[in-house]
């Protein structure tokens, strides 16, 4: 079982930005991907940034240049640093983890708001 805790969501005015953090925990070392997903009102929940153990990291087209998503492997903490927001990055976002063996996040954070204000 793998727990997964984010924090750092909040209100920031367009242009402005946010570092949002997941710790870890439980059995991290069956942990081969994460991700960070988010999901506004009435649309579908979408993977912004992804970073797996090796390091190998994707984005959303959407975010690309403007999202940074790291890790420190010593606070098994993942971050997304979200720079130049705007109205539209406005939605709940959450944290996955990926476990070997699996194609697919089985393992979800409680979610954090970010809203982005015009």
């Known amino acids: 079982q793998v727990q997964l805790v984010e924090s750092g969501g909040g209100l920031v005015q367009t242009g402005g930005s946010l570092r949002l953090s997941c710790a870890a925990s439980g059995s991290i070392f069956s942990i081969n991907a994460m991700g960070w997903y988010r999901q506004a009102p009435g649309k579908q929940r979408e993977l912004v940034a992804a970073i797996t153990r090796g390091g190998s990291t994707n984005y959303a087209d959407s975010v690309k240049g403007r999202f940074t998503i790291s890790r420190d492997n010593a606070k098994n903490t993942v971050y997304l640093q979200m720079n130049s927001l705007k109205p539209e990055d406005t939605a709940v976002y959450y944290c996955?983890?990926?476990?070997?063996?699996?194609?697919?996040?089985?393992?979800w954070g409680q979610g954090t708001q970010v809203t982005v204000s015009s």
């Open positions: 996955a983890a990926r476990v070997y063996g699996t194609s697919e996040y089985d393992y």
